[in-house]
């Protein structure tokens, strides 16, 4: 680099929609005039975001990997002085078809595009595929084989895209060896709880390594199950954090090679977590096309968390909250779950569920009655056809309220309290739950949960005096076994050596296999941990082994 | 080989559990006890049959793949005077843990495992591992990288895992350049329509471009959305095939190298995806341990084809038909419903939902009333609802009655007519349900499906005077368009240039992209075509393309 000039780069952290093209294509063209009226030479994008990411199967449609490179082109065009690195589905050039029962194709790779000039001067393809945990990317994409090195503003820069980096070696050591001043990593990594803090050591042991300093440009948004946090960065040659964007919203973070920028502190912990729920609820509304969702409040903990978020999410003038007592349903609870509603600002509908219980036990009455089990599920199964009723009737999504810890050992009702199309808290271990509650709670000058919620025995209060502790084990000891069992994938014996009591870890184990198939029917839910049910976790639901 | 001496192999074609790692032993053991009594020299067993295939993250789990290891090695005992091969996850040694948010490895290879004299006296490594479609092995499996050639009875041998031998060239060519005479091929090769001549065509291909035999030996029975066919064979080197044993059943089959052997006759097409589906409700329903099942009978087409097969699958007598009418049921509906059910001579319910339609209204009456397409999924629920009552009261397995058609569009109600454990027709084509149930009843002395279900226009009959044909396309060019857009992932415009017309085709995708949320709560169906819904089929809720 001459003496006394300086490369500006622009880390553009956007939140596209997967398959929206055109709007992507705008958003990105939007993004790139933003860059430039800040004087930046180079805009970096993050991974995939003209297609969006993941798309899944979307990424075999050759008309679809054609379309987004037809809009690349034209993005070229938007500022053809600026250098620009935009991530696209690169079609692989006359991919053969496989065999009938495969006749799609690996069709593409997944790259980088360098704009500059009004056309697309160079292309990185991504050469390490992720295909664990939520990442099937073997499944789509072939692996590009070489390093790749572009000059902007007289600086040699190496682009690497996301895993690239992840591990020492080619191509980011590819890329040094042949002068790369400085390495790209644009990247859709998604968030689970600490991940920010994970990327950075990362990223700050790989820049020391390497010798040379680091722009990490990442997504932002919910897409589905995932939430990508941003959090985008710059590291310099000696591991030091330089610039830091924000976490779960659209940055520009604009950094000068050489110096320090905006550094932005990371939330806690449990803001953290609350703030990925958030997005996860208002992406998936937003971009599903919906204007207005409903929740189900029974006065219990788990969907006075789930209104809370909503409410958080888009806004308590497009929440409707649902109280739908039963006979088994006590004052304090419906109590509660009217105060909520109230503190929160929201709309409420009170459907007693009685008629409907009566008319189910006269219908199944010649036909071995309506008792035990069935009679409890039948209520929640009411509730649930209510709030599709209203769903129905209004367009509204229902959020379904179903903690992690009862997810994994199936204590819910298929088609009941599990009804809705978006779970926010189906990755949220019940002990989670009620810190985030008194968190939230505790941030409010009027807190919007009752104290009676967080303090009171939970009940499913589908029977008189029903407690969920007269069915699971404390949620304390469940939430440890879960720990260890789902998201650790520790053995039977294993957990029983690192002093879990025995009979507990069978009794947990033996529900959690038993769930399966409820599982597999459930709506996807937001993740936050290592190991979440849906992308993440995969098992068979014919499935004997119990360990 | 010396002269008159001959090697005598048995295809061991059996039917194992995914994960009953303790039940696979026993079934393999015997296996070989029958192969030793028929006088075999080499017992050949399917790819991943002792811990079942596809176990998904099951193999990722390191206790499971050492007992599976531990499993091998006492198979070894069982009758060392012969060769067994025995296909097996076989732990990675030392496997490196990955990072923190996969935890998980890549922990085994797909191996198969030679024993003899009482050990594993040698292993080969799948080389060629599939990753598209149902496929997931590169998730799970480390690639091998050798050929493997074993000496039996002085024959040369040469070793292959499934998709090893799918495709000119290595491990196969270098088996045979290494002096192999004959090629075994244990495989997991799952059923699509017409899946059988396929392999027999690409298997003749490759016996004489490789100038060896090739003994196919293929998994059989179902595993949630998979059925294997069995159809296992052996091919001479000029191609031909000199044996094929059963299939979509177990089966032994005896051939000796240089003879021609038993050869079945393969079923006819529409035998041929009746048994796919009858094997596949069977064995969901004996693996997971149910001893019933139920089916809610409309009177309709796709009911009545469930029906008709679950009474194949399981027997009349371990099948309930519940028959719910509403005000909007017709008599002729109603009372071929019943005519069903006698016919199959299975115990029948009637429960009229009315009582429950009108619980709703009152209840919905204070919130918007219950009008419309609310007032039409409710009813559809108080169905589902009622079954799963008795599901829970009686333990039995419900199956859900919709078609491939329907499932593609959403025509059908969440928690509804989708509500179920096992969705047997989900991947059936409404064409091929006419297909298949006029074709049950043409080999049935009494047939058992009454013509007026299979002449009468389709209806839901959740409101008066209502037929399919109000809200979809016929049926017949409905289907044409879902072939080209789901199956063979052809783009808008491709559809129209076919010939297809464009307000139709429109409609049609906008129909199937708008429906991804409901298929994700969809209960599992069976895999007959060359893409189902599901595993295969992976496309994003959130997503805004259109082609």
Chains 1, 2 share one sequence.
Not at 27 to 46: H, K, S
Not at 210 to 228: S, T
Not at 453 to 459: G, L, M, Q
Not at 481 to 487: F, K
Request: one cysteine or more.
């Amino acid at each position: 680099m001459p003496e006394g000039e300086k490369l500006r780069i622009a880390l553009a952290q956007i939140n596209p929609t997967v398959g929206d093209l055109d709007g992507n294509e705008r958003l990105i063209a939007d993004w790139i005039g933003r860059a430039r009226d800040e004087g930046a030479d180079l805009v970096v994008f993050p991974e995939l975001c003209l297609p969006g990411y993941p798309a899944e199967d979307l990424y075999l449609k050759h008309h679809f990997t054609e379309a987004n490179l037809a809009a690349v082109r034209r993005l070229a065009a938007v500022a053809p002085e600026l250098a620009v690195l935009v991530g696209f589905a690169e079609p692989v050039p006359n991919a053969a078809p496989r065999r009938p029962d495969a006749p799609h194709r690996r069709g593409a790779y997944n790259s980088l595009a360098l704009l500059r000039g009004g056309e697309i001067e160079q292309v990185h393809r991504k050469n390490r595929l992720p295909n664990y945990g939520v990442f099937d990317e073997v499944r789509y994409f072939e692996h590009g084989t070489e390093p790749t090195v572009a000059a902007v503003s007289g600086v040699q820069i190496g682009l690497t895209i996301c895993e690239d980096l992840w591990e020492p070696g080619p191509p980011g050591s590819l890329e040094v060896e042949a002068g790369a001043q400085l390495l790209v990593n644009p990247s859709g990594s998604p968030y689970l709880r600490g991940k920010g803090r994970e990327r950075e050591r990362m990223f700050r042991a790989r820049a020391r390594e390497l010798g040379a300093p680091i722009v990490f440009c990442n997504l932002v948004g919910g897409q589905d199950e995932l939430v990508f946090d941003g959090h985008s960065l710059v590291i310099d040659a000696e591991g030091e954090i330089v610039a830091r964007a924000r976490q779960f919203d659209e940055d520009l973070l604009i950094w000068e090679l050489g110096g320090t920028a905006r550094v932005e502190k990371p939330l806690g912990d449990l803001d953290e977590v609350y703030a990925a729920l958030v997005t996860g609820i208002r992406d998936y509304v937003r971009k599903n096309g919906f204007r207005h969702v409903l929740v189900g409040l029974s006065g219990g903990i788990d969907s006075a968390l789930v209104a809370v978020l909503a409410a958080d999410a888009v806004g308590a003038d497009r929440l409707t909250c649902v109280v739908m007592p039963s006979p088994h349903s006590s004052e304090e609870t419906q109590g509660d779950a009217r105060t909520i509603a109230r503190k929160l600002g929201a709309e409420l509908i009170e459907l007693p569920i009685e008629p409907a219980m009566r008319a189910y036990e006269e219908i199944l009455a010649g036909a071995g009655g309506l008792e035990g089990v069935a009679a409890e599920n039948v209520q929640a199964r009411i509730r649930g056809n209510l709030l599709m009723a209203i769903s129905n009737t209004r367009g509204s999504l229902v959020l379904a309220t179903g903690n992690k810890s009862e997810t994994s050992v199936g204590y819910s009702t298929l088609y009941g309290d599990m009804a809705g199309g978006l779970s926010p808290i189906k990755d949220v271990p019940k002990q989670l739950v009620y810190a985030l509650a008194s968190h939230r709670n505790a941030a409010a000058s009027d807190p919007p949960i009752p104290a009676s919620v967080i303090e009171r025995a939970p009940s499913a209060e589908l029977r008189p005096d029903q407690r969920d502790q007269d069915s699971l084990p404390p949620y304390d000891l469940l939430d440890r076994v879960l720990a260890g069992y789902v998201e650790r994938d520790r053995s039977r014996d294993e957990l029983v050596a690192e002093g879990l009591p025995e009979e507990v870890v069978d009794t947990v184990l033996a529900m959690v296999n038993r769930a399966e198939y409820k599982r597999r029917q459930s709506a996807p839910g937001i993740r936050i941990t290592t190991k979440a049910f849906g992308r993440d976790r995969r098992l068979p639901i014919t499935n004997r082994y119990e360990s």
